[in-house]
């Protein structure tokens, strides 16, 4: 008994150790899972601190956002013209002074002058189409008219239409000078419905094919420009949608920080929330940087087509299209009159492109690119 005693007083000894041991390791726990109960409160306070910050500042940017696009977006410069060319009968102008004029307000010759700014010349005969121009007095309507002349002599002007004479005709002036805003960007800006279509079917085919689903920023680009550098070790892609490059141009600098591709987004996404696709677009158009003269900057598609081949949008073949276009991703480095190969081999690829999603027939691609 008393042998028996002995062991069931170990017995219950270990009892007590393991007992006393586990509640220690219990009071150890005990503290950490006692911390998260103290601060429950001050976690879900600073958690609703930190929304209420986001959410302010996202106003922030929506009220930056709003402010440009249903505003002046752009500072345009002022241009200086030089006195009009008037002509009347019994001028005294000869065919040659006059074809000089002519040459120096960029008209250009056809055989048929149906577009503003282009004429034809037989012998001493004009037949041509002048431009729209808002004069001091009044608004000149783009209008055909024929001329003849006899050795130094302007021996009348008629309409080309209808054969009424004319007493009096100004053709635009040429612009001799422009005052421009701190930054030096100039652009001529256009409508949406001023633009050719198969110009943006282009630069969406280009730039954003998604541009039309996603809500101004697309995740699966990102994805696949993220999967295209990696395999190719450095940046090729760039998973930017159309909105987000203008979000870029008009509201962000260049730098290349977590922040500002933040702010892109968030940006990105509010323009997209609050304006029409259409819209978006017209901006775009009208802000994208394609080139440098000199100090200025040229900007827009519509000053674009201007400065790299002197005639408006609507006139533009699909291999000038293709070539604009192709300016966008670097237009220092495509630069036609400085890298040609370059600038050729990016317009091939642009039209291969429009060759692969059939917007335009394989006979006409072949034309363009050669």
Known sequence: MHAMSGKLRRLLSRLRRRKYSSNKR???????????????????LALIAATSSLAIYVVYLDFSVRAKFEGSRWALPARVYARPLELYPDQHLNAEQFSEELHLLGYRSVS??????????????????????????????????????????LMGLWRADVGDPIDLLRLDPPQIGSIYP???????????????????DTLIAVEDRGFYEHHGVSPRSILRAMMANVRAGRTVQGGSTLTQQLVKNLFLTNERTLTRKINE??????????????????????????????????????????????????????SQIALLVALVKGPSYYDPRRNSLRAHQRRDLVLGLLAEQQKLPAEMIETAQA
């Open 26 to 44: 219990r009071r150890r726990r005990s503290p950490g899972k006692s911390w998260l109960v103290r601060n429950r409160r001050l976690l879900w």
């Open 265 to 318: 987004a968030i940006m990105a996404l509010l323009v997209d929330w609050h304006y029409e696709k259409d819209e978006i677009l017209e901006a775009y158009l009208n802000e994208v940087y394609l080139g440098q003269d000199g100090r200025r900057s040229i900007h827009g598609f519509g000053l674009a087509s201007q400065f790299y081949f002197e005639r408006p949008l609507s006139k533009l073949t699909p």
């Open 182 to 200: 701190s930054h030096n960007e100039d652009r001529v800006l256009v409508k949406i419905d001023e633009v050719p279509a198969l110009l943006t």
């Open 112 to 153: 048929r002058p149906r577009d503003p700014g282009t004429y034809t010349r037989v012998g001493s005969s004009f037949i041509l189409r002048t431009r729209d121009f808002v004069f001091w007095d009044g608004e000149e309507t783009s209008r055909s008219v024929r001329l003849e002349f006899s050795e130094n002599r």
